[in-house]
């Protein structure tokens, strides 16, 4: 698992800036190599097939908010089991997408309202109290 987030941290540094090869690639490892079909089905299956996909999108959260300037929570207000719920909608969507890029998508949603510190504040509130206290 330690070398999972670490590869994971090392993927997610490269997103701000679109880092990729020459060739416009780069290497995905565990579950977020694996098809949304595959992940839908896990969803249905449950068991250690459905845990593979969520301790994967667990580490990528985590590590995200470790990276990501001015992120406390990813999440924000939204739990996880509502992430879930979008992403199956995605999936379903876009079955032969990677589960790394409907990741990418869900932090893509999540992102302007995330907490930003650890007072649990979103972009907009931290905004309302900047403005407030000028």
């Known amino acids: 698992m330690k070398q999972l987030l670490a590869v994971l941290m090392v993927f997610l540094l490269s997103l701000p800036l679109q880092a990729r090869d020459f060739e416009d ?40 908010n470790v990276i990501m300037p001015e992120t406390y929570d ?8 509502t992430a879930q719920g979008w992403l199956q909608r995605h999936c379903k969507r876009y079955p032969n997408e990677l589960f790394i890029h409907a990741m990418i998508k869900l932090t893509e949603v999540l992102y302007p309202v995330r907490y930003q510190s650890s007072l649990k504040k979103t972009p907009s509130q931290l905004k309302e109290v900047s403005k407030a206290t000028r």
């Open 25 to 64: 690639k780069y290497a995905v490892f565990g579950a977020g190599g694996e098809s949304c079909s595959l992940y839908l089905q896990a969803m249905n299956k449950g068991g250690k097939e459905l845990d593979y996909f969520i301790d994967w999108s667990v580490g990528y959260i985590s590590a995200f």
């Open 74 to 81: 990813l999440f924000g207000e939204t739990d996880f089991p």
